[in-house]
């Protein structure tokens, strides 16, 4: 696959003249190749190429099938992306195509479904023309005007769904059950006979939003976040706890009674796309007229407590702010799990709630929350000295994150201080993205 997607992008570039060469790459990629002065295209194009990693060459792929609308070129990034994840087999493709019968589209027809992401002409055929009847035409005749010529399975097979990458086979699926192919019952019994077939392989089709109604689903990895919706975020801790009380227990509304200045409270609405760094400033900038991010970014780091902290933090938003842009989750320091009201001190036979504080927290799409915990001696020690009591606390409380459904996530102080640590958190985020499809 990587000598494949090599070979697609080298010919995409070695097709373009010098001028070309020299300008659309880095418009539409961000790739700078070589001036021609002294050098072959070939020579430009390798010398560009040379030092990109399999990751970086496929993402390049798929910025240029996009401004291109080549679909084997996207179909050869995808695959290098997607080859260290579990594999949606062929075996579960045939049994979601038998489930769909003879059909794929519902009220739709065929080919509008499936056009976008598979082509229905060759080249070839496009250039020369052909005597006999194209796939597109074969897909209408036996597809929607003499409905059950042709199953679900046949089409797979003509359209080579059977070995597409599972991004494209996921993006079929949810066109198959979009409210414009089917709704009410229908479309509520093919998705769940679906996820049956594709949760074998760790997938599903999720409810991700509504159009007018009804519902929308997307192609995704089984996950599993938590329940409820995130109702007020207390974080950026800095000093004393502040004291909080309800100005409506029935709406969950809080009011601060001391201690304001400490810390900051996002009281907005939380939806099925997480919180981004975008929402945040936004936010800030009605709490605190006239701040911007970097006034925010400032405030945020006053709550770091260690200089490893204040590394992960800065690699983070140096690593992903440009690359990300508007789709840069929030990266929350010092957020508030438990909250003990400052009364439990004067009450008797009431231990105080564990782990009253994250290091870090990040609210993405589907409910997922990742906790980062960045562990100093104090994580593992009492006066300098080891602790077992201390340690048993904390994984006692990791246990419990990971049981109501969040991610946790722990680094050692050392590891974020010194030579390396800057390409270790990179390549912690990065690994994070992909898992969680925030980098396509």
Known sequence: MADDLYGLVFGLLHGMGHTQLSEEPERIAGLVVPAPEGYSKRQRVEAALEKLTQEELAQLALKFAAARDDIPLD???RKVLEAAEPPLTQITRRDVARILGDDLAGERSTVEVIEVYFPLSSPFEAFFGSKGPSLRDQIIRHMDQHPGDWSVEDL???????????ARFGALLEQAVHPLSRSGDEQAKTVAALNKVLSRDGYELAQDGEISG????????????VGGRPKNLIFASRGPKPEIGFADAINNDIVILSGEESCLVYDRPIGASGLLWSELVAWWGEVAPGADAAKLGARLQESLASGAERKLFATYFKSYRSALGEELPALLPQVYLHYDPAVVKTLRHRLPLPRQRMDFLMLLRNRQRIVIEVDGKHHFSENDLPSLNVYADM?????????????????????LVGSGAE????DFFEKLFRLHRIRQ
């Open 395 to 415: 994984v006692s409380a990791d246990r419990e994150l990971r049981l109501a459904g969040y991610e946790v996530y722990r680094f050692g102080a050392n590891e």
């Open 75 to 77: 179909e050869a990034g």
């Open 214 to 225: 009804h519902p929308l689903f997307s192609f995704r990895s089984v996950v599993r976040g």
């Open 156 to 166: 797979f097979g003509k359209i080579g769904a059977f070995d597409c990458s599972r």
């Open 423 to 426: 390409a270790r958190i990179t």
